[in-house]
Nanobody, 127 residues
Framework: QVQLVESGGGLVQAGGSLRLSCAAS????????MGWFRQAPGKEREGVAV????????YYADSVKGRFAVSRDNAKNTVYLEMNSLRPEDTAVYYC????????????????????WGQGTQVTVSS
């Protein structure tokens, strides 16, 4: 069992930065690939970034590539999402999720593959 709690969301102006954290409980965190997803009002949830269990492989959605960076600290049971050059269209609730298997490409954001989800943290980017 893994419990996930996101933090770090807030209100920021366009062009600004935020760092989201996702703290995990449980001794098996280091075995899981971790994904970040977001859901904007009136839109479907979409994948943003994925990182494998040891942090050496990452995968990003085209919309955030070059602006966002995912990382993890397994000693702290935490995964991060560094968000730079934020845009109003990045406004959404951001979720982290845990998957036993890392996937990239078309399977990176298959939601049914992610066993555990956090409750989400709101990110609002003003223009």
């Amino acid at each position: 069992q893994v419990q996930l709690v996101e933090s770090g969301g807030g209100l920021v102006q366009a062009g600004g930065s935020l760092r989201l954290s996702c703290a995990a409980s449980g001794r098996t965190f280091s075995r899981y690939a971790m994904g970040w997803f977001r859901q904007a009002p009136g839109k479907e949830r979409e994948g943003v970034a994925v990182i494998n269990s040891n942090g050496r492989s990452t995968y990003y959605a085209d919309s955030v590539k070059g602006r966002f960076a995912v990382s993890r600290d397994n000693a702290k049971n935490t995964v991060y999402l560094e968000m730079n050059s934020l845009r109003p269209e990045d406004t959404a609730v951001y979720y982290c999720a845990a998957d036993q298997t890392y996937s990239s490409g078309r399977y990176a954001y298959t939601e049914t593959a992610y066993e555990y989800w956090g409750q989400g943290t709101q990110v609002t980017v003003s223009s």
